[in-house]
DNA sequence: CTGAAAGCGCTTACAG
DNA sequence: CTGAAAGCGCTTACAG
């Protein structure tokens, strides 16, 4: 705070050679002779000396920080999800020097935020389909990883699970447990995970050769899966595959309500994983992203792109997995 | 990305001004006559002039960016009093330029950090007794804001909430309810937040002029909630406060297996109205904190701090208020 | 392999 | 009120 910090001209200085060879020796530049590494070294840790980032930046034009972007309802910072992706995302960063910047999904901010060099791209969680920013981003040809397949096909970066292949686990699974008239509650149709876990259902389930489920539509919220078990409670029913943990905690009472015991009259999947998943009764068996894997792959690939903004787009896509409690 | 951003020295001279006549309008000096402004603001506008904020860090020495230091097991990300903080800082950095950087609370590279300008402050949340980083901060003079009363008292700025108080308006609200023999179950004691909600329970009870409440020792996790209960369950007793609201999650099923119905036979206060307190059977009453407005005041004294490192130091204290459920 | 020098884009005394 | 100039602390061609 008071006294200045020590500067790269003062290392440069004690160890008796110019700043560009301190420079070249805090960078790791291999071409620097043994003994004049050393001596600048030792300069370096008795002096504490620690390298001024906006001056670097300056002259490199990298700011060594990358932005998560909340929307900017501010609702998804309660989200467990997001926890898990910052827990994700900074064991990768940390190593490399590059900070995590928290910021919302204003546009103007983030491109200026990126344009000022305050940002050198931006990880993109909870878009949706109407959202202008990731094409924004795109056309202005900055750095950005989206942490979910776009809506609408793009040349973008993202990573994301195998929505389709989490839909056939817990259909797997509610066949293997017994079930035979499966239903489920899906999630906004508009959106490609609510899509894409219905047709991963469905193929499953006619992959069983079993009669089609029932399919009522939801909206990823509690009161959606309220809503929508009300109109399965009286079917039925002896398997259910809710597209979100949410929606399944709406869901669990109304079914309890109304008579149909769970996981005795009808067993219930979930998806996510979330922390509701474990404090409903009964605990719920779900599909489980690897989501703080997948964030660490997100922030490679943002790193990766920076670095390398030629080099051609390519996107991951994660295996989930099945959790078993006691809903099923 | 591929053009070059505009400069002061492009502004400057479409503008027909010096830089530093441009610079002065960028950051609102107002000793610029009238008409320069607007030729300026004319000038900066269509060439969608923004600054460089590395240029500008160096030479002011201020990183416009400030750290919340999380707890290196990182298991506090998951908590969803971290995103409320989150959505409280933010609003009232952002009008200020400031960024909001997420770190782990690795010592040497929050001091680093810092050091570096990377980051003019820090906000330190979920710190424990004998986290050093407190102290090596203060004696580094550098500034930080604490998210709670530090278990020494040391002259450092935090913003809490009355502790005390809030475990006071659950006994009030407890005694109004008609409960007469009361129970508590405490956070960990060697806490500030352990010792205050205590203290003001049993202060609170005594004012009723109530026996003494019996009090059994948790740690504010679930399964400690649960084993508490264990220890009152077969006690008469019609009133429980427990010190956290994912304790109580423990204590509920134990107090129902246990043949006590909640609340008819016992009445339960939580604290945090924190998400498991909705979620969970009956859904509890419990005492809020004011999270976000904590957390804006918590940026807005580093802010200040920041600005005037010299200034006294200063805390701030908030007042809970009671959200009563159906636990009670 | 090493150093002198230019330059990154700002802010801020200092004159006028 | 305004401008010329110095300087913030680095990196990086360019010579040697």
Redesign the interface.
């Known amino acids: ?2 006294r200045r ?1 020590v500067t790269l001209e003062e290392v440069a200085r004690i160890a008796g050679v110019s700043r560009a060879t301190v420079s070249r020796v805090v960078n790791g530049v291999a071409t620097v002779d043994r003994e004049l590494r050393q001596v600048v070294e030792k300069a370096i840790s008795t002096t504490g000396y ?6 670097r ?2 002259v490199t034009r990298r ?3 990358i932005g ?1 972007v ?1 929307p900017e309802e ?1 609702r ?5 999800y ?3 992706v ?2 994700g995302v ?1 064991p990768v960063i ?1 190593p490399l020097g590059v ?6 999904g204003d546009h103007r ?1 983030v491109v ?2 990126i ?4 940002l050198d791209g931006v990880i993109l969680i909870h878009t949706h389909g109407a959202d202008p920013l990731p094409r924004q981003l795109i056309e ?3 750095p950005v990883v989206l942490a979910a397949r776009p809506v609408r096909p793009m040349s973008i970066t993202y990573v994301d699970v195998d929505q389709a292949a989490g839909a056939a686990l817990a259909a797997d699974h509610l066949v293997a447990s017994g079930c035979r008239r499966l239903a489920t509650i899906t999630g906004p149709l508009e959106t490609p995970a609510g899509q894409d876990r219905l047709r991963g259902f469905r193929d499953a389930v006619a992959r069983h050769g079993l009669p089609e489920a029932v399919v009522v539509e939801g909206d990823f919220s509690r009161e959606g899966g309220a809503a929508a078990a009300r109109r399965l409670v009286d079917l039925d029913v002896d398997g259910l595959f809710v597209a979100s943990d949410l929606m399944a ?1 709406g869901a669990l009472p109304v079914l309890r309500n109304g008579g149909r015991r769970v996981p005795e009259d009808v067993k219930v999947v979930g998806f996510d994983d979330s ?2 998943a474990v ?3 009964p605990p719920l068996t779900t599909v489980r992203q690897p989501v703080e894997d997948m964030a660490a792959e997100m922030a490679r690939l943002l790193v990766e792109r920076v670095e390398r ?1 030629d080099r051609p787009v390519s996107s991951v896509v994660f295996a989930p997995t099945l959790v078993v409690r006691r809903s099923s």
Not at 50 to 55: G, K
Not at 76 to 80: A, I, L, N, S, W
Request: hydrophobic share 35%; glycine share 6%.
């Open positions: 705070m008071d910090p620690t390298p001024n980032r906006a001056a930046s300056l700011a060594g920080a998560l909340l501010g998804t910072v309660h989200d467990p997001f926890g898990r910052v827990s900074l940390r900070q995590l910047v928290l910021t919302t901010e200026d935020d344009r000022q060099h305050r202005a040809n900055l905690t922390s509701p404090e409903c009764d903004p």
